[in-house]
């Protein structure tokens, strides 16, 4: 396995970490962790995932972004995302994103060409309903309508929410409701599971998340 610390901007959170298998990748993933956007999560979140998917043989990036208190909002946020796919060429790309980055990941399925689909892990999906005041610290309510997926469908590709029936911090009813909303959203709850539980390897909620992006990844 090789690792590769790449920048695609000037500000010091426009990098990524590129994984790259020892054999031919199978397909790529973008890595985009969580945090709630804030500057204090960083990507450090995303390696474990990044690991586990580039042992499997995919090329993984796992990207930084600009995050709140450290040049970031929206829609800088949102741009440095788009960004970073466009930096590295692995191929068509799944994203693969936790929490908040669980948000950027569909958003960008939404508006990157790269992207052929995303799996959000216990992400937030709707600005409006449940995490309002966590969304109104990334953007305005006016910006809503840009910023929050459920005002972005049909996203245009096939979105798979992996979610614990637990998740103190984010509702499984973001993902309900979004997959109600989305034609080509797939819903997967996992019973017993909380927040932290789908970016954790070994667990059965990870492994959901796992075969979610195989699945995309091979058009299945």
């Known amino acids: ?16 970490e590129l994984f790259v298998p020892e054999r031919a990748a199978e397909g ?8 709630f956007w804030q500057q204090r999560y960083g990507l450090e979140l995303g390696r474990p995932l990044a690991r586990e998917l580039v042992w ?3 090329a993984v990036w796992n990207v930084e972004y600009r995050r709140l208190g450290g040049g970031g909002g929206w829609p800088a946020t949102g741009q440095d995302v788009l960004a970073a796919i466009e930096a590295v060429d692995i191929g068509p790309v799944v994203t693969l994103g936790h929490s908040a980055g ?4 569909v958003w960008a399925a939404k508006h990157s060409e790269r992207v052929v689909g995303a799996v959000a892990q216990a ?3 709707d600005f409006t309903k449940h995490i309002t005041a966590r969304a109104l610290e990334l953007c305005t309510e006016e910006q809503f309508a840009q910023a929050s997926p459920a ?3 049909p996203i245009g590709k096939p979105v798979i929410c992996v979610h614990g029936d637990q998740d103190e911090d984010v509702p499984v009813e973001q993902s309900v409701g ?13 019973e017993g599971t909380g927040h932290m539980d789908v970016i954790t390897p070994g667990t059965a909620a990870w492994q959901r998340c796992e075969e979610a992006v195989v699945r995309l990844a091979r058009g299945c």
């Open 1 to 16: 396995m090789g690792v590769q610390r790449i920048a695609y901007g000037e500000h010091e959170s426009q990098f990524g």
């Open 28 to 35: 790529g993933v973008v890595v985009i962790h969580g945090g």
């Open 56 to 58: 499997a043989g995919f």
């Open 102 to 105: 669980g948000h950027l990941a």
């Open 123 to 125: 992400a937030v999906l």
């Open 151 to 153: 005002a972005l469908v």
């Open 178 to 190: 979004f997959c109600a909303a989305e034609p080509q959203a797939e819903l997967v709850v996992v």
